[in-house]
């Protein structure tokens, strides 16, 4: 463990409850790094046990129940969280299930010591069992229910997607309640902040999933102590970095999850997708190995699975899988196949060449990206304002991706973009005629996405913004005019970087690409906004805004060789109060 910084408070919270409820789970780690921002003002930092994320195969004379128990610790965390649905759980040796058994141990604890503070949920969402067995389970949801102790008061929420936020409010509430604001102490001297960010950047490196809330927690608090400092834009970058760590941490394991019980080579697929995306989202982040291990686990799987189903032996299927990837694509390959099966007569013989031969002809298996209807997006309650700043991020980048830096601050983001035309140039301007394009895109930009990174990809993504009428933002210039091209919406398509054509992602947005206005900026702040029309559809908007600017409006222009621009200009800006109101 890393030490914890003096006079910080860990909070360590465990949850429990049955699998059809696995999306609750989930959203559990999301809402707490979500809580964990504000909690830094308090001296808090939040972390999660599971037993999915912190178990670990072993034995125990109490059974795996016991040996669970010991590594989530109930009688030693300060939150239990309990979730409730349809089905009550497998019945272990002292109670009917796992997580009635895990409950009773927070519930003795509490008397005895006055914690864990204990926050119950039932889905209330209507449900109609289809079977005796299914019956059953709900009716020991119930009797639980009905029988919840005198002292406590549990919580109904109606639907998987309204549960994050119950949850959010409740947390969030708590520690106001329960952690008062602290006075801020005075911030270190100014030449501490190198060696107390080295040393945050160190252990950032060799921290676990645990770990990273700290690391964050630190971060956060160094820049908040330094926000004057010359070089706090450090802080802030190494701040996203641990961000998106432990973003790579929580769907890494969602993927490890899922990888548990995928049984077909579609669902092996999937995965493989869903790693794949994970390492294209953040390739160069120093966390990303885990899933390129992951990766490569998953496609030995793939090919052990594809040799059983053509009746080769498994083992015969890992000597020859390494061989057989390398080249099995060559054309060449396939064509001497062909003619091994065409020569080939021997019976038993024959059939086995046919079936390699079947194999080597195959790809993978597909990973194949189809359309989905568009949802309702999350509520954003009743509030005349909602912030964007607080529900999306500035993580999309678009155009010239590599020459656009993106410094957040808790009060405003800061860009930067520098026309040097060196990319990487992502989507349709990436190649030519089946070639990569050697011209700059010669414009970049960045998306305001909800949850971070999101092109359509998160069934969770996305505000139902319906009944606002206006968006409205703040922006100066700090390097004399720009004229910037704001917008949002577009999250309608993604790039298949296999195809190279644009694909519905699985859970577009609403909203198609809304012209928000080309802005000049100079350095003066001045606000701007923009109406939605009717015909806007903002049942579900994932890109809540985005900024572009292009090279022709900006007077730079490309050189004669179309490799990068005559002369190369630096646009530096600040956006903040980016809002809608009703």
Known sequence: MLPIAKGVKVLRIVVASPSDVEFERGRVQVVVNSVNRGAVERGLVLIVTRWETDAFPGFHAGGPQALIDEILSIHDCDIFIGIFWRRFGTPVADAKSGTEHEYKLAYETWQKIGRPQIFFYFNEEAYKPKSKEETDQWGLVLEFKDNFPKEGLWWPYEGSAKFEYVLRDHLEDYLRKKFPLRVTPPPPPRNSFDTALSEIRMAFLQASSEELQVCLFKVRSLSEQNRDHPRVYEARVLERQIENAIEIDTRLSQIRTALLQAFSL????????????????FRDHPRVFEARVLEHQIENA???????????????????????????????????????????????????????????KKSPPPVVVTGAPVRTGKLTGNGRVFSVDQHFWATGKTGDIGDVQIASAPVLDRFTYTTNGLGPHEFEWKYVDGRLNPEPA?????????????????????FDLRGYRVVKWKAHSLTGRVNVDFSMGGVTWVWDERARVQVTPPFPESLSIKRLGIKTLDTNWQEFEAAFAPEDDLRCVINGFAWTINWPSNDVNLNATRTGPVSA??????VRDIRYER
Not at 271 to 277: A, D, G, I, N, P
Not at 330 to 358: C, E, R, Y
Not at 443 to 460: C, I, S
């Open 266 to 281: 579609q669902e092996l697929s999937d995965c493989l997708y869903k790693v794949r995306s994970l390492i294209e989202q």
């Open 569 to 574: 200009r630096e646009f530096q800006f600040e």
């Open 442 to 462: 010669q414009f970049a930009g960045v998306m305001y996405l909800n949850p971070p990174n999101n092109f359509g990809r998160d069934p969770t993504g996305g």
């Open 302 to 360: 793939i090919e052990e699975k594809g040799a059983r189903e053509v009746g080769i032996r498994p083992l015969w299927g890992q000597r020859v899988g390494g061989w057989m990837k390398t080249v099995r694509a060559h054309p060449l390959f396939i064509i001497l196949a062909a003619i091994v099966v065409a020569i080939t007569s021997i019976g038993g013989f024959s059939d086995s060449v046919q079936k390699l031969a079947n194999l080597f």
